[in-house]
């Protein structure tokens, strides 16, 4: 992560609160002369499917998933493992997809646990929407583009179950902390059925999904200054080892380090609503 400065990067967010509940966007562009090399920010995993949008004329921005290397545009599902990110003279917008909306506008459950090409899930929309955005010549005209694509998108294609949908919402809402049989009971269908459909919907378990949202509470306040054993205790670890072996196996890092990955450090500029534990 050493070398990567957010100095070096201007971001842009919508002033308008966007229509479509569930999609958050930001646009970032590499300054000129900026020190931030290629797949140089760790990206740690978020609660949503994110869409990395390449804006610049030459490829600008890279990757690197699991030892596999690419340029362009890009999809992270739920849980994308080892990803790193980055550009030297990158244009990018990314947009951030809860699994609900993402299961309706790209194919959510296959893409839990991938890194994909926007090619591999859009096809040939993939490159007419970079045109579009790549010649708007402001940032509010692409986050208008952006929306109005995905809102096509939504109402082009069948929903997820109503069920399955409050199931999540309930989850992030309480940061992670149910409890299956209570989620179940509250949309009234039994523990298994909830445990089969929202699985084949979102891509992930009822349990896995609560851990990635208790988790990703757990990194704001690591980011926000709170001593890993806090941050274990506020979000309902059972204790700092705990909070250790979740930290590890989904990002490879440790707390301390989580506490100053670049990823969350340009989050209450970037995502304001979603940075606040």
């Not at 459950?109 to 890194?115: D, H, I, K, M, Q």
């Not at 970079?130 to 010549?137: F, H, Q, T």
Request: proline fraction near 6%.
């Amino acid at each position: 992560m050493s070398g990567w400065q957010w100095a070096d990067v201007d971001v842009a967010v919508p002033r308008r609160r966007l229509r479509l509940p569930g999609v958050a966007m930001a646009g970032f562009r590499q300054q000129a002369g900026g020190t931030a090399g290629d797949a140089g920010i760790a990206m740690v995993a978020h609660p949503a499917v994110t869409l990395i949008l390449d804006l610049s004329e030459t490829g600008g921005i890279v990757r690197d998933a699991g030892g596999t290397s690419g340029r362009g545009s890009f999809v992270a599902g739920l849980l994308p493992g080892r990803l790193r990110t980055g550009g030297r003279e990158g244009v990018c917008l990314q947009i951030r997809l809860s699994p609900a909306v993402a299961a309706a506008v790209l194919p959510a459950p296959e893409l839990t646990g991938t890194v994909v090409t926007l090619e591999d899930v859009w096809g040939r929309d993939a490159g007419r929407t970079e045109d579009r955005l790549r010649a708007a010549p402001t940032w509010d005209e692409r986050f208008t583009i952006a929306t109005d694509v995905l809102a096509r998108c939504l109402a082009a294609a069948p929903r997820v179950e109503a069920e399955v949908a409050r199931a999540w919402h309930r989850t992030r809402a309480a940061r992670g902390r149910v409890r299956i049989d209570g989620l179940a009971e509250e949309v009234g269908w039994s523990r298994k059925r909830l445990w089969s459909r929202f699985r084949a919907q979102l891509g992930v378990t009822p349990k896995r999904a609560a851990g990635l949202v208790r988790f990703d509470h757990a990194a704001r306040l690591l980011a926000a200054g709170h001593p890993a054993a806090t941050a274990a205790a506020l979000s309902g670890y059972a204790d700092q080892p705990h909070l250790n072996r979740e930290t590890r196996a989904i990002t490879g890092l440790t707390p301390a380090e989580l506490a100053r990955a670049p990823w969350l450090a340009i989050d209450d500029v970037a995502w304001p609503a979603a940075s606040r534990p």
